[in-house]
Each structure stands twice: as structure tokens, then as C-alpha cells.
């Protein structure tokens, strides 16, 4: 992108740091998505290692062991509440992702 | 918009300017003084140099020896400020309509009556929210006009302004460009079109091979070209 509007800005004389901001604004929801997949990464990548070695006894546990466990103990409301806040969790990040997605193509057209 | 007076940069004095890339000579010893207001067409078959030869006058790229001075002065930032250029392909900023407007007003004085002005002139103002990347061609290159024509530009060159434009909005753009040459800007125009180059230019530069090879008046030119190059080119036969 910097190489297409640099002979542009370059032509109107825009000053360095109104290029740059301009650069970053007009990048910002590439910039946003690329943030939030690394961010998606990173859960899943360190998701994966909790869920097997996440689970001490005493000193930490685990949402979805911390379900497994409240069912078996039958504290199903407590399990269930767990369950329903990890679901949420899950769902608002990628509703936001794609939300972003949409919204950035409908304005940018990036 | 504020009327300026004619064409304060003219004269435009190019001296023996050569333009090389890696040995390769892409404009080779041009020379030419231009001191006539209106529009000047800049003729050419494709890969005779025509946009760089825009391009060095804007001070985009240097020389690799020569000159070029706009009323007497040697090319730099505070005239390129006076100038504006409109890229073959436009340029346009991912952002809507509007906004593309907003980013080249002078962040002290702009205001939205101003913008919703140049939106207006350019007949975009209905779309002015739109992302300006889902415009169509010819608004696309409209709106690019009008950007350009927003930081009041006291010479405006073009690049090729409608390539790929059909005949409708051929004409808009061609009104435009009367109407701000009759306000005094000088217009420096590259085009291929020689019928748009009839249409428009008061004076005629044709260039081929990366040599200038013709500076007349626009009839002397179409009439009487001097050079077998822009004769067979007039002719619409195919030069190489
Ligand atoms: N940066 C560059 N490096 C090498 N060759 C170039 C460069 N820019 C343009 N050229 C060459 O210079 C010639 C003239 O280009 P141009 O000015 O775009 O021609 P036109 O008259 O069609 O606008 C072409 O042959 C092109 O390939
Ligand atoms: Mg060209």
C-alpha cells in the first residue's frame, strides 16, 4: 500500500507524519484482523497446552476440565454456567473477527 | 474557488533534459519552452516517455542531466505544492468519498462547505460516503480530478486522464477541464486520444522514442506536422 500512495502523497507534498498516520488509519482494519488471528492463534496454541498440562491439583484448573470435573462431582448448574461462559467466550471473539472481516471490506475495500 | 491570475509559473523552460534508467536512455536531450496559458496536449504512441516526461515536470523524479524551471525557477517542493497531477491510474485513498476530499484541504482552512463544493463540481456528491474503491471508473477518476483540483492547483497535469473511459464520461471530464483552463490553470494534458487532443489542446508537444519531436500550435500540428513520426501517428498507422 505505501508504494501505491507514495507517489501520490509525494505530489501534494504531505507532510511525513500525516503520511504515516494516514498509512496506519488506512491499514487499520488489515492491521486489526492480522492482529486479532494471531491473537486466535496464541489461544488455541496455548489452549491446547493448558488442557493437557494446565490441570494441577491445587493450583490451577482448567475451564474445560473444571466442567468435566463439576459434572462428574454432579454440580451440573455450576458445570453448565462454565460451559455457557466458555461458549460466550469463544463465540465473541469470533463474532468480532468476523464482524471486523465484513465491516473492513464494506469501507476500505482493502 | 479563488481565481488566480493566468498562469504564474510560465514560463516552463526545459533545458536538454535526459532521463536514464540502468544505461538505458528513456528521455533523451529535450528541450522546450512553453509560455501560452490553456492546455497543452503532450502526443505520443505508448512507450515514447510521455508519463515520465509528466512526471520529471512535477519533480516526482530527477533528471539525470538537464534542467527544468517553472517561471524561472528550478523545480522544487514549493512549486510542486503549486501543482497538482492527476496519475493515469487513480490514486484514491481507502476511505470514503468525502474524506478523500478532507485529506488534501489545508487542515487550517478546510471546512465542509468547501468539500461538499469540489463534490458537487464534480458531480460526486450524492456518493460522498461511499468507499471510493467501489466507485466506478469514471468517478473513480472524477473524484481524483476533483482531489486535485481541491488544493487549487495554478498548473494541473494529466496523465492519460480518460483511458478506458467511454464517450459519456469522456465528455464530463473534458468539461471539467475546459472550465478550469478557462479559470486561468494551466493544463498540461497527456493523452492518446488524438481526437481528445483536437478537442482540447491549444498547443501540441508529440514525442516518440523518448525524443521530443514536435512543439507547434495545435493546428500547425493536426494540419502540418513537420515530423514522418507524427505524420503516420495523425495517420493512425502504427509507429515504432
Ligand atoms: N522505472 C522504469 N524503469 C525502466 N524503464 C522504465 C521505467 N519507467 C518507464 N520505463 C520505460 O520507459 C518508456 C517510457 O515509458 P512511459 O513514459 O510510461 O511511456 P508513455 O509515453 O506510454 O507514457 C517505456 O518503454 C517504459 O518501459
Ligand atoms: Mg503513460
Not at chain 1, 498516520?21 to 484482523?33: E, K, P
Not at chain 2, 534542467?67 to 505544492?81: A, F, G, N, V, Y
Not at chain 2, 478532507?102 to 482552512?109: A, K, M, R, W
Not at chain 2, 458537487?120 to 468517478?139: D, M, N, V
Request: glycine share 6%; aromatic share 6%; proline share 3%.
Amino acid at each position: 500500500m505505501h508504494r501505491e500512495y507514495d507517489e501520490q502523497f509525494r505530489s501534494f507534498c504531505i507532510p511525513t507524519h500525516r503520511v504515516i498516520g494516514a498509512l496506519i488509519w488506512d491499514s487499520r482494519y488489515s492491521l486489526l484482523t492480522v492482529t486479532l488471528a494471531g491473537f486466535g492463534r496464541a489461544i488455541a496454541e496455548v489452549g491446547a497446552v493448558i488442557i493437557v498440562g494446565g490441570n494441577i491439583d491445587h493450583l490451577t484448573r482448567v475451564m474445560t476440565t473444571a466442567i468435566a470435573l463439576e459434572t462428574s462431582k454432579g454440580n451440573l448448574a455450576l458445570a453448565l454456567a462454565l460451559g455457557f461462559i466458555l461458549l460466550i467466550l469463544a463465540l465473541s471473539v469470533n463474532a468480532a473477527v468476523y464482524a471486523l472481516r465484513a465491516s473492513a471490506r464494506r469501507l476500505s475495500y482493502a | 474557488m479563488s481565481s488566480k491570475t493566468a498562469a504564474s509559473l510560465l514560463p516552463l523552460e526545459v533545458d536538454a533534459l535526459c532521463y536514464r534508467v540502468e544505461r538505458e536512455d528513456l528521455l533523451k536531450d529535450i528541450s522546450v519552452t512553453v509560455d501560452s496559458a490553456g492546455i497543452t496536449g503532450i502526443l505520443g504512441p505508448n512507450g515514447a516517455g510521455k508519463s515520465l516526461f509528466l512526471r520529471l515536470l512535477h519533480g516526482l523524479l530527477e533528471p539525470v542531466s538537464g534542467e527544468i524551471r517553472w517561471h524561472h525557477q528550478r523545480l522544487d517542493k514549493t512549486i510542486r505544492r503549486r501543482q497538482a497531477l492527476v496519475f493515469q491510474k487513480p490514486v484514491l485513498m481507502r476511505r470514503s468519498v468525502a474524506a478523500n476530499i478532507d485529506f488534501v484541504l489545508n487542515p487550517g482552512t478546510r471546512s465542509r462547505q468547501r468539500r461538499d463544493e469540489v463534490l458537487q463540481h464534480a458531480g460526486l456528491y450524492r456518493q460522498r460516503s461511499q468507499p471510493a474503491r467501489l466507485l466506478s471508473g469514471g468517478e473513480q477518476q472524477r473524484l481524483a480530478l476533483a482531489r486535485a483540483l481541491a488544493t487549487e492547483p495554478e498548473v494541473l497535469l494529466l496523465d492519460e486522464p480518460c483511458a478506458s473511459l467511454d464517450s459519456a464520461t469522456t465528455l464530463q471530464i473534458e468539461n471539467l477541464l475546459q472550465e478550469t483552463s478557462a479559470r486561468g490553470v494551466k493544463i498540461v494534458l497527456v493523452t492518446h486520444d488524438i481526437g481528445q487532443a483536437r478537442r482540447l489542446a491549444d498547443d501540441v508537444i508529440f514525442m516518440h522514442g523518448g525524443r521530443l519531436l514536435e512543439y507547434q500550435t495545435a493546428s500547425t500540428f493536426f494540419d502540418s506536422p513537420s515530423s514522418s513520426q507524427a505524420r503516420a501517428y495523425l495517420d493512425g498507422k502504427i509507429v515504432i
